[in-house]
């Protein structure tokens, strides 16, 4: 509801800007309909309609009468309600927190629920008689029942609830560790199929048997940070001899990495028209001694072809002349 003022204002506003959005977007209020309500009220009645204030149905000697008549007998709504007659539960309420608010009554539960959760926890695994729990809380043994009732439900039986052994304890660190072991050997085959892909380009649907020994020692390079040797060698299904063996290799090619840029700079500049013995020559005038089946190799290897015009063989036969 808003002020006599607020409404006056709003109407000025839009006498002045003769735009409901203006007003609405200055003040922040009210709807453009309750606005355009304030304007016709205003044309028709020359002013702003003001707020009527109701009359209340009870004088102030009733409503001291209704809460002293609570206050004294019991402090229970109903009964003033019913010997007076008046007035409704939610009024006297109202009267109530006004005129005694630290009168009301609450009702408060003889015991939390902390405390019947601990008293049902002690009755669960108890390994004595639930009457000398029960004594020693101060309480008796069907309200221990009771509390277990309301906490887990009628159907919980107390064997089903006692304390395990030793051996279930064990046997459930067992099949948690198992269970581990199947999640991480999981996560490693995925782990293995990812990099296969990124790698070796290999689709991550190929079986890992398709995979040459020298794919799979490059894999298992990648993954060493992260899984064991001896780990990523079972599950890849490479023994450990090979494995080394094409580490050996790998790491014997990349000793002629800076090679391979020498080789392909001198084949661009020959025009793409040296061959392998004219390239192993220039190496060897800058400085750069290796063999000419390594050369031969690595131009093989990178794709180096000669360019060459294929000539036509000559033949004496001419157009015809028109």
Request: glycine residues 4%; charged residues 30%.
């Amino acid at each position: 509801m808003y002020a006599y003022k607020e409404k006056l204002k709003a109407i000025n506003l839009y006498f002045k800007y003769e735009s409901y959005a203006a007003v609405i977007n200055e003040l922040g209020y009210p709807s453009r309909l309750a606005l355009r309500n304030w304007i016709e009220g205003h044309k028709r009645h020359g002013d702003v309609k003001k707020e009527i204030t109701r009359r209340s149905k009870y004088t102030e000697k009733q409503k001291q009468t209704a809460v002293a008549h609570y206050l004294e007998y019991g402090k229970c709504y109903s009964r003033t309600i019913r010997m007076l007659g008046y007035p409704s539960r939610a009024l006297l309420t109202n009267w109530v927190m006004e005129m005694a608010p630290q009168s009301r009554k609450f009702k408060r539960n003889g015991i939390n629920l902390t405390s019947k959760e601990k008293e049902a926890g002690v009755l669960l695994t108890r390994n004595t008689s639930a009457q000398k729990i029960a004594d020693d809380m101060g309480v008796s043994r069907e309200s221990h029942y009771q509390y277990k009732d309301q906490l887990l439900g009628k159907g919980v039986s107390i064997n089903k609830m006692k304390k395990p052994s030793d051996t279930d304890v064990n046997k459930l660190k067992d099949q948690v560790k198992q269970l581990q072991d199947e999640l991480s050997q999981l996560q490693m085959q995925k782990d293995i199929l990812e990099k296969a892909g990124e790698i070796i380009k290999k689709d991550q649907s190929i079986f890992l048997e398709a995979l040459t020994n020298q794919e799979k020692t490059t894999l298992i390079d990648a993954l060493r940070p992260k899984y064991k040797l001896s780990q990523l060698l079972t599950s890849i299904d490479i023994p450990k001899s090979s494995y080394c063996y094409h580490k050996k290799q790998l790491a014997l090619r990349n000793k002629y990495n800076y090679v391979r840029v020498q080789i392909i700079d001198v084949f661009k500049a020959g025009k793409r028209r040296y061959g392998y013995r004219r390239i192993h020559a220039s190496l060897k005038n800058i400085g750069i001694i290796l063999s000419e089946k390594i050369v031969r190799h690595i131009m093989r290897e990178k794709n180096l072809v000669l360019e060459s015009i294929k000539m036509r063989k000559y033949s004496s036969y001419g157009e015809d002349i028109t």
